[in-house]
């Protein structure tokens, strides 16, 4: 990998790995809200005689414990540093270095992302594990691609808030746009509850045509089999064909964003 | 020539409200036809009131901005169109913008530049070791950029966008909000790059000692038009400023009195000071014939202002 990737990413990395104390609290809430949502999915699935859309005890707990740990890693509701500096000015800085702003960020989200895994992610699946029990998988290849379905996801969710942050060129200022993106991205994701819990028609619409269920929901089910080995392949695949689609997207807008650029503060 | 610009234009739509409704669309022209053409080595000061199109000409010189007419090339590269590949061969800082990464050490913000800059390790070293000599990085190179003092943020966006080696770097209010020793840092390290003569700079600023101090050639630029090209000698000669002699009398000014080869201003504090502008006459023949006509108290010669000047040259472009 040549070395501007690796070091754009270490950058991320370390950027992140500054702030251990904030780290330590967010994993810390990260836990405290698992626990909730743990309890409150085990009790309904004793009502509803033992499983919840098809999630059983043990996928359910898996469900909940890496979904609280993926969600630093995923990292939606946080946006880009891109926004803030289309707002100010800033971007003319980043438009005048000899790469694509949206490979410097993508890399640096990438370390981000990476520094998050080894931290925010490792806390609350330890603390599920031993407070409930995960789900084990039966297939060896399950974890290598939880891990691919996990980076996919790290991808798509920049894809996704890189195009909100490019709004700003139009825009300027996207509380907005990032508010719906926040209450979309979690509700239709599958960090709040499990899309199988949806009517069928409107889950198959959610995975089809949207990239919502790539961010959380593909590498958990992926992470519990649920539908098997053939299921996560295809869900993993999805993911990719999101990644593509959403880099090209992203790539387009910001050459119009670029072609139409006014720098505020001028 | 390393920049050339000629009739380089920009329009702004500035929409505004025209009732509940509606919004009307004007067009405001920014920067109106400037021609610029400056040589490999040279040092610019390019000024100019707020609002005169000094900034937006650098955004179109460095390719963040697309002119609305004009042709303009940096280093033989058309600006916008080759952006990227122009980047690798300039050097930009905005006095208040950053490219310094915020919350890593400034050390590790230069090394990351280097990547990005595909820039060779010795050739990195050895930039960064004169930028450091010159700018004193030393004592906060470790620090993150969050931490560092203006100040020193400052003499830490200077060197990065050095370090790759430019052959133009744009300085768009450098100085701005320095404390005086700051200042003197960087017009010093300004001072020293434009003796090396290998890097061409093009230094916008509102600090008229920036300009006394390092530009040789000034372009004034008001509403978005050159008012004037050329040194500050040239410019004081073109609004004949003059030196002028404040005296302090025992007695006060005697209302006809005429002075050979200086001309009375303002004659204050019931008549006992009095200024005479010099009309290419030495001071030293003024004070012996003023020494003769009054009973001095006090006495002292002022160089014209570059204040002064500036001033009036805005006034006369409005």
């Known amino acids: ?266 | 020539m390393i920049i050339s610009a000629s009739g380089l234009r920009k329009e702004f739509t500035v929409t505004r409200k025209a009732g509940r409704f509606r919004r009307e669309r004007h067009v405001v022209s920014a920067v109106d036809g400037v021609d610029l053409r400056v040589e490999r080595g040279e040092l610019l000061g390019y000024i100019g009131p707020n609002g005169a199109g000094k900034s937006t000409t650098l955004k179109m010189l460095t390719g963040v901005l697309t002119p609305s007419g004009g042709e303009v090339t940096v280093c033989g590269i058309e600006p916008v169109a080759k952006r990227t590949t122009l980047a690798r061969r300039i050097g930009v800082v905005f006095g208040q913008r950053s490219q310094l990464w915020w919350d890593l050490p400034l050390g590790e913000s230069f090394s990351l530049l280097r990547h990005i800059y595909r820039v060779p390790a010795g050739d990195h070293a050895t930039r960064l070791r004169q930028c450091s000599d010159l700018l004193g990085l030393d004592e906060f190179i470790e620090t993150p950029v969050r931490q560092l003092s203006l100040g020193q943020r400052m003499r830490g966006e200077l060197t990065a966008a050095l370090l790759h080696g430019p052959e133009v770097l744009f300085l768009d209010e450098p100085t701005i909000g320095l404390d005086v020793l700051s200042k003197q840092a960087v017009r010093g390290f300004l001072a020293e790059l434009d003796a090396r003569g290998d890097t061409t700079v093009v230094l916008t600023t509102h600090d008229l000692a920036d300009i006394e101090k390092l530009c040789r050639r000034l372009v004034v630029i008001d509403h978005g038009r050159v008012v004037h090209d050329g040194t500050l000698d040239e410019l004081h000669a073109r609004y004949r400023s003059r030196r002028t002699i404040v005296a302090d009398l025992d007695t006060p000014w005697p209302p006809n009195l005429k002075i050979p080869g200086a001309e009375v201003t303002t004659v204050e504090a019931d008549g006992r000071r009095v200024t005479l502008a010099l009309d290419g006459l030495a001071a030293g023949q003024v004070v012996a014939a003023l020494a003769q006509a009054v009973a001095l108290r006090d006495l002292s010669v002022q160089e014209p202002q570059i204040e002064d000047v500036i001033a009036r040259l805005y006034r006369d472009a409005d």
């Open chain 1, 1 to 266: 990998m040549p070395h501007v990737q690796v070091a754009l990413a270490a950058a991320g990395f370390r950027r992140y790995a500054t702030y251990r104390q904030a780290a330590l609290a967010g994993a810390f809430t990260n836990v405290v809200f698992g626990f909730m949502r743990c309890y409150i999915l085990l009790v309904v699935a004793a009502q509803a005689g033992g499983s919840v859309g098809g999630y059983t005890g043990p996928q359910l707990v898996s469900y909940v414990w890496l979904g609280q740990g993926l969600l630093a890693v995923v990292n939606s509701w946080t946006q880009l540093d891109l926004a803030e500096r289309v707002r100010t000015g800033d971007v003319v800085a980043d438009l005048l270095r000899p790469i694509n702003p949206l490979w410097t960020y993508l890399w640096t989200d990438l370390g981000r992302a990476g520094f998050a895994m080894v931290t925010r992610f490792i806390v609350p699946v330890v603390v599920g594990a031993i407070a409930f029990g995960l789900y084990v998988p039966r297939h060896l290849l399950t974890y290598p691609l939880f891990l691919v379905s996990t980076a996919l996801a790290v991808l798509v969710c920049f894809a996704c808030r890189y195009l909100i942050s490019l709004t700003a060129f139009w825009m300027l200022d996207i509380r907005g746009v990032t508010m719906f993106w926040v209450f979309v991205s979690g509700a239709a994701s599958g960090l709040y509850f499990p899309l199988a819990i949806l009517p069928g028609w409107l889950s198959a619409v959610l995975w089809v045509a949207t990239p919502f269920p790539a961010l959380m929901q593909a590498p958990l089910d992926v992470a519990v089999e649920r539908g098997g080995l053939a299921h996560g392949l295809l869900v993993t695949g999805g993911q990719l064909v999101w990644v593509v689609l959403l880099l090209l997207a992203c790539r387009w807008v910001q050459h119009n964003a670029v072609r139409k650029l006014v720098v505020q503060g001028g």
